[in-house]
């Protein structure tokens, strides 16, 4: 008869923290990365200013070393680049983290798909190449607020491409931050990989299509073939779930901190449901909820002591969203108003509870 030995949640939390990390690469900024990292904090530790990290963006899983194709999650950053331009609003210095090329704070107002920058400009008459009068109002206010986060160096700006990458700059950023104590705050609004491909079953060279062309590349001392390879016609890719770090995150990268996460679903009945069962897995102090297709207007705070609140944008003030729909027709006089940013009310209420957060230290 087997005894069954139970391994507490720390430990062996703490064993795939050390697996994961001991079997797949640095990257190769990681250092770079730090440097620029630590200086930023200590500065703002010495400002005693609240520091929060902000990721962004989707992940990609590479399919081979020396990488052409790789499989990408959904995400343009448009929650975590507007959500930083509202947190450096309210007095936070922001380290931005986010996919390479996704949108930025500040420069996504202008960005290639939306609102290009070339449609805002103009020749006057000296030919001179200037900002059309129509929106230059618009462009001195944003213009004003990136020279001040410029100015007073609020704003770092740290990228990543792969899921890989993004986990040691999160591991590492979270242990340069522990000096802040609870007023360092994670907004996780990244969109991270749920599978991955682990370094030791991945090809080194671009995966042939053509049959003639396939190589089978053994796994190492296993001598199964690496997790993506061509099967005749039939390209296999067999991933591994990528960790749960949000717990190792909590307890033991950035204990003092408040962390925030997202959980995005397209089925409103289990928004919450799903919600509710990450606080209680991952022991976190908030998750924000949204819909697919309404994300940009509605979003639900789960948190584990103030139960759910839900912040909606009225039809008549509501961005478009990015998915293409439009927003239900405003009335007359609902248009009258300005259109908002749910971010403008997200971050708000985000800053009142970690002042209550920073406040309850001792009680933690």
Request: contains cysteine; hydrophobic residues 40%; glycine residues 4%.
């Amino acid at each position: 008869m087997v005894k069954e030995v139970h391994i507490p949640d720390g430990v062996q939390a703490n064993r795939i923290d050390m697996e994961y990390f001991e079997s797949n690469p640095k990257p190769a900024n990681l250092d770079a990365h730090s440097t620029l990292a630590r200086t930023f904090i200590e500065h703002h530790a010495e400002q005693n200013r609240r520091v929060a990290l902000v990721t962004s963006g989707g992940t990609t899983v590479p399919l081979e070393n020396q990488t052409v194709r790789f499989i990408d999650n959904f995400s343009a950053g448009t929650r975590g680049a507007t959500s930083a331009e509202y947190f450096l609003e309210s007095g936070y210095a922001v380290i931005f983290l986010h996919r390479q090329y996704s949108l930025l704070p500040y420069s996504r107002h202008y960005s290639h798909s939306t609102n290009c920058f070339l449609d805002y400009m103009t020749f006057n008459d000296a030919g001179m190449v200037v900002v059309n009068t129509e929106y230059q109002h618009q462009m001195a206010d944003v213009l004003a607020k990136y020279n001040k986060a410029r100015k007073e160096n609020t704003l770092l700006l740290l990228s990543f491409t792969t899921v890989n990458e993004y986990l040691w700059y999160l591991r590492e950023l979270a242990m340069l931050m522990q000096p802040l104590g609870a007023k360092s705050l994670f907004y996780l609004a990244a969109a991270v990989s749920d599978f991955f491909v682990p370094a030791e079953r991945m090809v080194e060279h671009k995966i042939q299509s053509s049959e003639e062309f396939h190589i089978r590349q053994p796994n190492g001392a296993t001598g199964q073939p690496p997790a993506a390879h061509m099967e005749g016609k039939q390209l296999l890719i067999d991933l591994d779930p990528v960790p749960k770090f949000l717990k190792m995150l909590v307890d033991r990268w950035a204990p003092q901190s408040m962390i925030i996460s997202f959980k995005l679903e397209t089925d409103p009945s289990i928004l919450a449901e799903k919600a509710r069962s990450a606080l209680k897995k991952y022991s976190h102090h908030l998750v924000i909820g949204n819909l697919l297709n309404t994300r940009k207007w509605e979003v639900v705070f789960v948190s584990a002591d103030g139960g759910e609140k839900w912040l909606r944008v009225p039809a008549g003030r509501r961005t478009k969203s990015v998915t293409g729909l439009l927003p239900d027709t405003p009335s007359t006089e609902e248009s009258r108003e300005p259109a908002v940013e749910i971010e403008s009310w997200i971050v708000p209420e985000i800053e009142t509870l970690h002042t209550e957060w920073i406040g309850h230290g001792d009680q933690r």
